[in-house]
């Protein structure tokens, strides 16, 4: 069963910057269009961003355009966020799944989930 490796959460200031990775060692990434998702305590899960596995098109959610990039290394088996501008309201824990299709918007449409890996951003 497949089971996201998600890494690079921490604690930085408002207006820092972290990159996240998640990989997958048994499967081959590249097969797939993979989504990042986050959820903060007491909010449902929320869509970030989406990858199709050639790396293009790629979708952003309107709240981190411009600030969040998703991104893949096929060779190295991992798919990457970037994430820049941080403000408080990202704090949250963030994880990414296979999407399986349908709306590339909504969680139900991915499986894979990892435990995720927590981001607070806090002065």
């Known amino acids: 069963q497949v089971q996201f490796a998600e890494s690079g959460g921490g604690s930085v200031q408002p207006g820092g910057s972290l990159r996240l990775s998640c990989a997958a060692p048994?499967?081959?990434?590249?097969?797939?269009?993979i989504g990042w998702f986050r959820q903060a305590p007491g909010k449902e899960r929320e869509f970030l961003a989406h990858?199709?596995?050639?790396?293009?098109?790629?979708y952003h959610a309107n709240s981190v355009k411009g600030r969040f990039a998703i991104s893949r290394d096929n060779a190295e088996n991992s798919v990457s966020l970037q994430m820049n501008s941080l403000k408080p309201e990202d704090t949250a824990v963030y994880s990414c799944?296979?999407?399986?299709?349908?709306?590339?918007?909504?969680?139900?449409?991915?499986w894979g989930w990892g435990k995720g890996t927590l981001v607070t951003v806090s002065s």
């Open positions: 048994a499967v081959t990434l590249g097969d797939y269009a």
């Open positions: 799944a296979i999407y399986s299709g349908g709306s590339v918007y909504d969680a139900i449409n991915y």
């Open positions: 990858i199709h596995w050639s790396g293009s098109p790629a």
